[in-house]
């Protein structure tokens, strides 16, 4: 059971850094929202307890990155059934399309990953049940060559976090603290 607040800091910031290092925790997929309220799952990419950001990779043609635009505030959730644990999150967004950050993150994706980027743009209508991507590239490994169209659409989501609100249910009696980058306090459930 958690009963310090430093235990509560840790635990979320472990819990993200593990979603973010193993697909297979239950932090790997949290829901991500903008100010325009539209919501989505995406893959934690990466998280630094340091400074307490996040990325995600996302599509520059998305409809995210024009909300963002606007306005730049992002929530984030991430839960864990079987800990219990919940994790609430905010922020603010930014879209990195070119520089280190973003060409780092390009080099690191495999050529299944990068083949994504060479889809039709988020939301695109079709007349049947489509992936977007062009027909070659279906069940295939894109060659670097074949790719090269696809990194003008490939763009980092950074959320710089302010806030994490991390609550955890247990039959001893719930936890929830408020955490920021200068304190912490606990709340009631």
Not at 18 to 41: C, F, L
Not at 80 to 98: H, N, S, Y
Not at 138 to 149: I, V, W, Y
Request: charged residues 25%; hydrophobic residues 45%; neutral net charge.
């Amino acid at each position: 059971m958690i009963e310090t607040l430093e235990s509560a800091r840790l635990d979320a910031l472990e819990r993200l850094a593990a979603g973010a290092a193993n697909r297979r925790s239950a932090m790997h997929v949290p829901a991500v929202g903008t100010a325009d309220g539209d919501i989505r799952i995406m893959v934690l990419r990466h998280f630094d307890p340091a400074d307490w950001s996040m990325r995600f990779h996302t599509d520059f043609r998305s409809p995210k990155v024009a909300a963002l635009a606007a306005n730049p505030a992002v929530h984030v959730l991430a839960y864990d059934p079987e800990a219990k644990v919940q994790i609430r999150m905010r922020g603010q967004g930014e879209i990195l399309r070119e520089g280190r950050v973003a060409d780092a993150a390009w080099a690191s994706a495999d050529n299944y990953a990068r083949r994504c980027y060479l889809a039709d743009a988020p939301g695109s209508s079709s007349e049947t049940p489509t992936s977007g991507l062009p027909q070659w590239a279906e069940g295939r490994k894109p060659t670097d060559d074949q790719l090269a169209d696809a990194r003008q659409n490939f763009a980092i989501l950074r959320v710089m976090l302010d806030r994490i609100d991390w609550f955890m249910l247990a039959h001893e009696g719930h936890r929830r603290a408020i955490l920021t980058r200068d304190g912490a306090g606990w709340v009631a459930p």
